[in-house]
């Protein structure tokens, strides 16, 4: 059992983990696509139309996946922000800052989504919604961490600085999930809930579990790209990387 840990803990270092990295990535680029063509499918084609809401409600499919995402990515952003801040691992604040960029991505779908499901509903873009104001912090936050960790030249106090924020920044995730409990709100509450069964049609359901299966997926393989580039920034003075092939040619 210790000698298993201690291969895992190899991993931690940048050079072990960017060769895994490298493996990795083209598997969860093939699950990308893997459960995002039967996702578009479902919600696109097959699903039914919504009484109520006719064929707009399609938009559904995008923009609560995107919603999910947005907010575990940046749980998971604080994970890694507290294993750095705590065991002092430079891969730690690397896979913090290489999964930002794609929860800010999401977080905009979530909000640009939204108002294009709004209009049409509640017959306004905007609303100062507790829900959506709530994710639009969650936005700032994400360009927040990106834009400290970029106006630090030192790599090491900037994971810090940028870990510090995403820690600070996380308690924002409960209030945008409880939001419609909390407060008297025009967002519906959840479709999905683990303790009660679907309010929606089983395809309309299993349209957005794969779309969300299919952006937690390119998550992973964006994020790996991401970290191999930064760690060969990072690294870039090192032996081993200059002994890399592809730094080589």
Not at 1 to 26: C, E, H, T, V
Not at 198 to 203: E, L
């Amino acid at each position: 059992m210790n000698n298993r840990l201690i291969n895992w803990f190899k991993f931690a270092s940048p050079q072990s983990f960017y060769p895994l990295a490298g493996k990795m990535l083209p598997w969860f680029v093939v699950l990308t696509v893997a459960f995002g063509l039967p996702a578009l499918w479902l919600g696109f084609f097959v699903a039914p139309t919504d009484a109520v809401q006719g064929e707009g409600y399609r938009i559904i499919f995008i923009h609560v996946a995107t919603s999910w995402m947005s907010m575990f990515v940046y749980c998971v952003m604080a994970f890694w922000a507290a294993i750095g801040i705590t065991y002092n691992t430079r891969l730690s604040g690397m896979l913090t800052a290489a999964l930002a960029p794609t929860g800010a991505l999401f977080a905009f779908l979530s909000l640009w989504t939204g108002a294009l499901w709004g209009k049409p509903m509640w017959g306004t873009w905007w609303v100062w919604d507790a829900r959506l104001t709530s994710e639009l912090i969650l936005f700032f936050l994400y360009l927040g961490y990106i834009a400290l960790t970029a106006a630090l030249d030192d790599p090491r106090r900037a994971d810090r600085a940028g870990g510090i924020l995403a820690l600070v920044g996380v308690v924002n995730v409960p209030v945008i999930y409880f939001s419609v409990k909390w407060w008297n709100t025009l967002h519906q509450g959840a479709s999905v809930s683990l303790t009660k069964s679907p309010t929606m049609a089983h395809t309309m359901l299993w349209g957005m579990l794969l779309m969300a299966l299919c952006l937690w997926m390119y998550t992973i393989a964006i994020a790996l790209y991401r970290v191999r580039a930064i760690i060969l920034e990072r690294e870039r003075h090192t032996t081993w990387v200059a002994d890399l092939p592809e730094v080589k040619a």
